[in-house]
DNA sequence: TTTTAATATAACCATTGGGTTATACAACTA
DNA sequence: TAGTTGTATAACCCAATGGTTATATTAAAA
């Protein structure tokens, strides 16, 4: 598998919100089948089938311990998801620019004489 | 669109190699759907689909100039999905240590003597 | 005013994805 | 040994994806 099908089934496998709670439940120690399925609203086969697509994308790996099979997070190809967005960081980081400037601007018309702000303007979650 | 679904959905723009070149040659720069569309051995409508699922994620802008409707890079998006991951740096950067402690000791046993390796020692592409 | 260029959309097709239920299998437990 | 638990797999369904060709739309150029 080249660095492009890698990004291809990672980002794929990164696009489902079950999978990001699994991996999510993972980040904090590894967990069985079961009690990974427990919070969702599914079948087991339907949980197996998710696993399967973490799997594959090397995002997870599997354990042994009597009829359990342990899943652990394996965060190695995250980084590679990482390095790729990473090229794209001057971009976004422009465009908080120019929110800055634009919230700064008008913060001044509205109060002048109030103390500047400080730090970076963050943007509201969408 | 909550953070979920925007999420779901930038990956899974994410998640295509023409997508990703596409967003590539917008970081050099505007550029219509014909110039676009000419590294791939593909119909223009097929590139038209792309920028429509590009621009549904938000990851494009559309422009006008007489007939053309230049796309623009919007990086947004690319912020909160980097934002996601970086929750997992600590995982992935605990595993390039253990790849770094596992070679240093191998360089060790075989040339000892010879001065110690610096910086980390980055995995190979797969 | 007709033609050409750039893009979008419709209709279609094959494949994949995410779910289901039913069943198989492997390893503990009584 | 029989039952139970944990997981995997098979077969199926429906919706979504990624491509195609043909056609519509819009704006410029001749």
Redesign the interface.
């Known amino acids: 598998?080249?660095?492009?099908d890698?990004?291809?089934?990672?980002?794929?496998a990164?696009?489902?919100?079950t999978r990001?709670a699994i991996?999510?439940r993972l980040?904090s120690g590894e967990a069985s089948v079961m009690e990974l399925a427990v919070p969702f609203a599914m079948s087991q086969p339907a949980i197996s089938k998710h696993l399967k697509v973490l799997e594959r994308a090397g995002l997870i790996s599997r354990g042994s311990d009597a009829q359990r099979r342990p899943r652990r997070?394996?965060?190695?190809p995250?980084?590679?998801?990482?390095e790729?967005?990473e090229?794209?960081?001057q971009?976004?980081e422009?465009?908080?620019q120019r929110l800055d400037d634009l919230l700064v601007k008008l913060k001044r018309n509205e109060t002048a004489g109030k103390p500047k702000q400080r730090g970076r303007a963050k943007?509201h979650?969408?």
């Open positions: 598998m080249n660095t492009s890698q990004l291809d089934t990672t980002f794929a990164l696009a489902d919100p990001r991996l999510a980040a997070l394996e965060a190695q995250l980084a590679e998801a990482n790729w967005l090229h794209y960081r971009f976004w422009a465009s908080f943007p979650k969408q």
